[in-house]
């Protein structure tokens, strides 16, 4: 079976933030050389591929989700010529690189844009609305990030929509002008060699061309999440996450297919039964995540449960997992608050590699760095800034790598870092795990080593058990290979009982210690035990 999966079931993608990764020339801004440098550091992970933040030019409204020009790189990062050596290195080193496509919208200042102010034949290539009588927005749509979803722009005496900041228009996906464009861009990278795709929001390439309100959430299901922004109030159901959205995935996975051994996989942000997120990898995107695992914040097994119980839901879909990214707190802060144990960041690395899924794995995670805390003069994030301190953004996840705990910057820089380099890293970087085997980064190389060996973790199907919280227990099955996994979520010790423990065999990745007596397992706090049953 593994010989004719393809390579991106089960396999682990690293997401590399290239602007806080490494930087080569001293500016201040990670970038391709720099990357290239660290290659070695990420294939010592065991990590099957590498998933780069957008990596064409921006004005960095939101960061290089804004797209200025999707033909290039971005010349903070490097050169074309850097680019391609990039992709070289990986390929060298067994490492396949995934770009990451921002194609539902474009910067404000891409071409396509300004063309469309214009009129002309891009008129259309944006969702352009005449504003109401009163000037206020068409239709009550809300951004993502604070404020209607409609700028007026006196330039066409017209509104367009952005579901982010008003510097993202929205692209036009339902004219044929704009969507082919659009697939151009995957083609020429693809032609470039890049492996694949992580395709951003990709709940949200059509929108409701009659332009009708988005329902309120009701109000038996509002939780407190739902008052922390006024476009959680409402359901994304005709500005994105539209039932057609799962013909133009199934369009782009065909456009992708043309070219051997390729993988796309999606962000999808809301509603993911709607829009196509669950498909099969046969008829939408290969695979995409989800955001439960991403906001979960209360250790314990049903955050896991939960989301596996919708997955079964559609046996057909291949999920990816993810537990961090660039976007939300990080797991060792959300789920232990400032005073996390070392202890618990192992435990979500060797929760994380023993789940079904293509894993992605998000830069300093194998380090169990915790959230920075940043000043608000020092927050870059547009939506820290509107919302700060009540939310201060998302920059507390994307500061710099600590490489060096003795070096200026912690080696990331011998310049002045676009955002500071958390103090609270120093005793956490590769130069001081490296040579402990205990550490969390050598924890981490030990479980992804023994998923890429293991058809079980990586391809298996997952069973759970029926084991009393706060122990998370399930099987990973694949032929005649069977992984026990079982996963102490607390800070107490605690015991489980299975007949299969009888006759466990068990694996050298155990965390934090358990022991077998009978066929009670004894576990210590967050311990995580592997065994062959
Ligand atoms: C996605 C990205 C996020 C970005 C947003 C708008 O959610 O992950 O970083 O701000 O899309 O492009
Ligand atoms: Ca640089």
Redesign the pocket.
């Known amino acids: 079976m593994s010989g004719r999966a393809p390579w991106w079931r089960g396999a682990t993608v690293y997401q590399v933030y290239v602007r806080s990764f490494a930087d080569s020339n001293g500016d201040g801004v990670g970038d391709f050389p720099g990357l290239i440098s660290k290659l070695d550091y990420v294939a010592a992970l065991g990590v099957d591929a590498i998933w780069l933040s957008p990596t064409h030019p921006s004005p960095n409204r ?1 960061w290089g ?1 804004d797209v200025s020009d999707y033909d290039i790189v971005n010349p903070e990062y490097g050169t074309e010529a850097d680019f391609d050596r990039l992709l070289k290195e990986a390929h060298a080193r067994g490492l396949r690189i995934m770009t990451d496509e ?1 194609l539902a ?1 474009t910067s404000d200042e891409h071409a396509w844009f300004v063309e469309s102010l214009k009129g002309g034949e891009k008129a259309d290539w944006y969702v352009w609305a005449p504003a109401r009588e009163d000037g206020t927005p068409p239709n009550n749509w809300l951004s993502a990030f604070g404020g209607p979803a409609w700028s007026y722009h006196p330039a066409r005496r017209a509104s367009y929509h952005h579901k ?1 900041l008003r510097q ?1 228009p929205k692209l036009n996906w339902r004219a044929d002008g704009a969507r082919a464009a659009a697939l151009a861009v995957l083609d020429s990278w693809l032609k470039r060699g890049v492996d694949g795709f992580r395709l ?2 990709a709940n949200a390439f059509l929108h409701d061309t009659a332009l009708r309100d988005n329902p309120a959430v009701p109000q038996s299901a509002r939780d407190a999440s739902y008052w922390s922004r006024a476009a959680n109030m409402q359901l994304h159901r005709r500005d994105s996450n539209l039932e057609d959205n799962l013909q133009v995935l199934n369009e782009i996975r065909m456009r992708v297919e043309r070219y051997p051994d390729r993988f796309v996989m999606g ?1 999808f ?1 809301e509603d993911p039964e709607r829009c196509g997120a669950f498909a099969s990898p046969s008829e939408g995107l290969h695979s995409g995540y989800s955001f439960p695992l991403l906001h979960a914040d209360k250790l314990g097994p049903e955050f896991i449960r939960d989301h596996y119980r919708t997955l079964a839901r559609f046996p057909a879909h291949w999920p990816s997992i993810a537990f961090s ?3 939300v707190i990080r797991t060792v802060t959300r789920f232990g608050g400032e005073k996390a144990p070392p202890a618990l960041a192992r435990l979500l690395l060797a929760l994380l590699v023993a789940l079904r899924g293509t894993l992605l794995l998000y830069q300093g995670e194998e380090l169990g760095l915790p959230e920075a805390s940043l000043r608000r003069d020092q927050i870059r994030d547009p939506i820290g800034d509107l919302y700060y301190p009540l939310y201060r953004g ?1 920059d507390g996840c994307r500061t710099p790598m600590p490489w060096d705990a003795a070096a200026p910057n912690l080696g990331f820089t011998t310049g002045s870092p676009w955002l500071p380099l958390a103090p609270e890293h120093r005793e956490l970087a590769p130069s001081l795990q490296e040579r402990d085997p205990q550490s969390t980064l050598s924890c981490a190389r030990r479980l992804l080593a023994a998923r890429r060996e293991s058809d079980a973790l990586r391809l298996g199907g997952i069973e759970f058990l029926d084991a009393p919280a706060p122990v998370l227990a399930f099987l990973r099955t694949c032929a005649n290979d069977r992984v026990l996994c079982a996963f102490n979520m607390s800070a107490d010790d605690v015991s489980f009982q299975s007949d299969l423990l009888r006759h466990a065999v068990p694996l050298p990745i155990c965390t934090d210690e358990s022991r077998i007596e009978g066929d009670v397992l004894a576990m210590n706090p967050y311990a995580a035990f592997f065994a062959h049953v």
């Open positions: 939101d989700y921002v919208h982010f993202q951003d929001v962000e942000s990214n660039h976007d998302r």
